[in-house]
């Protein structure tokens, strides 16, 4: 099938496109240098709305590359050069389509037809030239990998191969060009380490560094400083050194280094990685159309996996549903917020001063029970501040305001008389909150919003003794508060619209991914990782190994263990959630006494790191007191993951969210659950635990799986 054929079936299949043109003007070069073609990408939209390759705007890249070969083979040109819209170059295939294919075949030709339009470009009769003017992602990159030459601009905010975050692989030349072009080290640390960590982007001097491009210019004249180096290099005045590529036993260690990061952070438990990286070992001979080949297949057995499928769904959910929050009010309901008090000023209630001052940019008051907690809470805030100028973050412009909109008082009447949004981080107990909550609704403005920070406590009980429990919240951050993007955005049985209408405008001014959540135990997070430890927790005491019960886990590919986890959180917090959801469902949720006696014997973990790994701690292991019933990883896994189908399930039936997607929103956003497992549902579905435990899966066909 030729290659019109191939992108016309598969523009067939995806009728909504967003159809990128592919421009051709000619100019002629300065210095007499010759006339000159350039192809400008461009879907016809804002930056807001980057250029993507679909089938339909893959043939017209095809049909433009036509025009510029006969030019080319005519005499007309000397060159030819790719470049973008404003501020995008390209950001790869369209991924909307990737989701519509449902057969093997059609996976294939997706990748076969990106193949053979952008393999065009290296076989003209002249020497073609990529300019990276913005953003280029996947297959935007890869276009230009194809190409003799490249430039990139010092303002590009983001240049990556992301598809291994995704569950895909560079598939359109990306694994193996690119060791061929900067050697495999560095190609690893693109194509895998970049993309298993958290989908970092390079800059445009990291991209010139690397040797991805051989030229950088500013980002204001970046297309004539371009089209003028060009014109130096096709006369001969610039001539272009790239350094020659180790293909001996420095290939294979960056491969095994690749593997070695794969396995740290998926535990292969997601195929991805290890295709590209056989790919990679591949290329080391050179021969280019057989690592084409290979990455046409990875890439269509990848479509047709449910990883990627899974990859894209929680992509989604992040990008599209986190910034539209299932069951929000009309955002109109919402009031101003020119002011916020903060009950506390220890950690937690010093990190949020912090987050509402930065982002919010209002005055911010602290109160505690003594000064010396005042004064330490506003010193944490302006030390902060500090770090931020000392980074170049902020100027002392900026450093001197925000310093002068934080304080800290001991009188609550004093602190809130004129606030429009108090949220406490007190003590994780009802009477304190409930008390808390009396003393500042006797002092703050009758439409000023109570937020509560609680994990595990109800809102509703919090608020049941004021006068006006419709104004009252919750508000549950994660911590670390900067690092984490998840809320949980707690309705209590009178809170009303305006109420939460205004703490929903006051989330997405914070920047975070704010999720609905009824008034239930534990809320959402909380609740499923109390029961995933509680399990854990559980085989332990009656026997199990630790390392086991650990072992077990890891083919989850979470990006820590349990016990490491625990160690994070606090062993006396995991306690104290895990006696909460006791009381609330005794017959699910037990208090481990293992527990309980490290808790009481002040230990802050199970392990000690005196050789640079964990180990049991001797003094723990001593405390411990385990049953016989030893159980296999295997054995561990399937209950452990029965233990969370069940909680899920459980939730769901009761309005704890308004859908599955809320609940794996919450796991990938506050808990750090694996992007690339689609959160947890698409997992326990994909390994069929849903229907063994629950009788049906927790998502329809096709949304986070190859649709039917």
């Known amino acids: 099938m030729s290659t019109t054929e191939l992108l016309k079936q598969a523009s067939d299949l995806f009728p909504d496109e967003v159809v990128t043109s592919a421009h051709v003007r000619h100019f002629d070069l300065p210095f007499g240098a010759g006339r000159f073609a350039l192809i400008t990408l461009d879907n016809g939209l804002d930056h807001t709305k980057p250029t993507t390759f ?45 989701e519509l294919l449902k057969e093997h075949e059609h996976a294939l030709a997706i990748g076969k037809g990106g193949h ?6 290296a076989k003209l009769a002249v020497p073609t030239f990529a300019y990276y003017n913005g953003a280029a992602m996947g297959g935007g990159v890869e276009v230009g990998l194809h190409c003799t030459y490249r430039t990139v601009s010092k303002a590009i905010p983001a240049f990556s191969l992301p598809e291994v975050f995704l569950g895909l692989v560079p598939g359109w030349g990306g694994c193996t060009l690119l060791p061929n072009l900067i050697g495999a080290d560095k190609a690893v640390s693109v194509i895998i380490e970049n993309s298993l960590n958290q989908n970092k982007q390079l800059k445009g001097q990291q991209v010139f560094d690397l040797g991805i491009a051989d030229a950088l210019f500013e980002g204001a004249d970046f297309l004539e ?25 420095a290939w294979d260690q960056a491969v095994a280094k690749g593997r070695f990061i794969a396995d740290g952070k998926v535990h292969g438990a997601a195929p991805a990685a290890y295709r590209a990286l056989d790919i990679i070992a591949a290329a080391k001979n050179e021969d280019l159309q057989q690592g084409f080949d290979a990455e046409d297949q990875a890439l269509a057995d990848l479509i047709m996996g449910g990883e990627l499928r899974a990859g894209i769904y929680a992509f989604n959910l992040v990008q599209k549903r986190g910034k539209r ?17 903060v009950v506390g000023a220890g950690l937690m ?52 305001r925000l310093k002068a909109l934080v304080t800290g008082v001991l009188d609550k009447a004093e602190g809130f008389a004129d606030a429009d949004f108090v949220i406490e981080a007190v003590f994780e107990e009802i009477g304190v909150k409930q008390q808390v909550f009396a003393e500042v609704e006797a002092v703050a403005p009758a439409h ?25 919240v919750g508000f549950h951050f994660f911590n670390p508060v900067a690092i984490l993007p998840l809320l949980e955005i707690v309705r209590g049985e009178k809170t009303d619209d305006a109420s939460l209408a205004t703490a929903f405008a006051v989330a997405k001014k914070l ?62 917090i995991g306690l104290h959630v895990s006696e909460t959801l ?90 750090g659950w694996p992007f690339h497992l689609g959160g947890i549902t698409p997992y326990l579905d994909r390994e069929g635990v849903s229907e063994r435990v629950n009788g049906k899966k927790f998502l329809a066909p096709g949304v986070a799986s190859v649709p039917a």
């Not at 053979?116 to 470009?121: A, D, G, H």
């Not at 005491?541 to 630790?546: F, H, K, N, R």
Request: charged share 25%; aromatic share 4%; glycine share 8%.
């Open 325 to 341: 929050p299932a069951g929000a009010p009309d955002k109109n309901l919402a009031r101003p917020v020119t002011k916020v008090g």
């Open 54 to 98: 679909g089938p339909a705007s893959l043939a017209n890249l095809n049909a433009a590359i036509d025009q510029v070969e006969k030019e080319a083979a005519d005499g007309d040109i000397v060159g030819v050069g790719i470049t973008g819209k404003p501020f995008i170059f390209a950001v790869g295939a369209d991924l909307k389509g990737v």
């Open 225 to 249: 400083q371009s089209l003028l180096w060009t014109a130096q290099v096709l006369k001969g005045d610039v001539k272009v050194e790239r350094p020659v590529i180790d293909r001996g036993e």
């Open 116 to 121: 053979e339009v952008f393999k065009r470009l």
């Open 582 to 671: 006791h009381g609330a469902f005794p017959d699910r949720f037990k208090v481990s006494p293992n527990l309980k006696a490290v808790v009481e014997a002040g230990k802050r973990g199970f392990y000690v790191y005196d050789s640079g790994k964990p180990e049991l701690d001797p003094e723990v292991a001593a405390l411990l007191k385990q049953g016989d019933a030893v159980l296999t990883e295997e054995q561990v896994r399937d209950r452990v993951l029965d233990a969370v189908a069940q909680e899920i399930g459980l939730m769901l039936d009761e309005g704890v969210v308004a859908e599955a997607q809320d609940i794996d929103l919450c796991l990938i956003t506050g808990a």
């Open 349 to 400: 209630a010093s990190q949020l001063a912090l987050l509402f001052l930065r982002r919010l940019e209002v005055p911010v008051v602290l109160t505690d029970i003594d000064q010396e907690r005042v004064d330490k809470g506003v010193g944490y805030v302006h030390a902060e501040i500090d770090k931020l100028l000392g980074k170049g973050r902020i100027n002392q412009d900026k450093a001197n």
């Open 511 to 572: 920047k975070k991914t704010a999720v609905l959540v009824k008034d239930a135990p534990a809320f959402v997070v909380n609740r499923i990782l109390t029961r995933f430890m509680g399990e854990i927790q559980n085989v332990i005491d009656e026997g199990t190994p630790v390392e086991v019960a650990e072992k077990a886990v890891e083919p989850l590919g979470l990006p820590m263990s349990p016990l490491v986890l625990l160690e994070l959180v606090g062993p006396a």
């Open 448 to 472: 000023a919003i109570l937020a509560t920070n609680t994990s595990s406590l109800s809102v509703t009980e919090m608020a049941s003794k004021l006068k006006h429990p419709e104004r009252v």
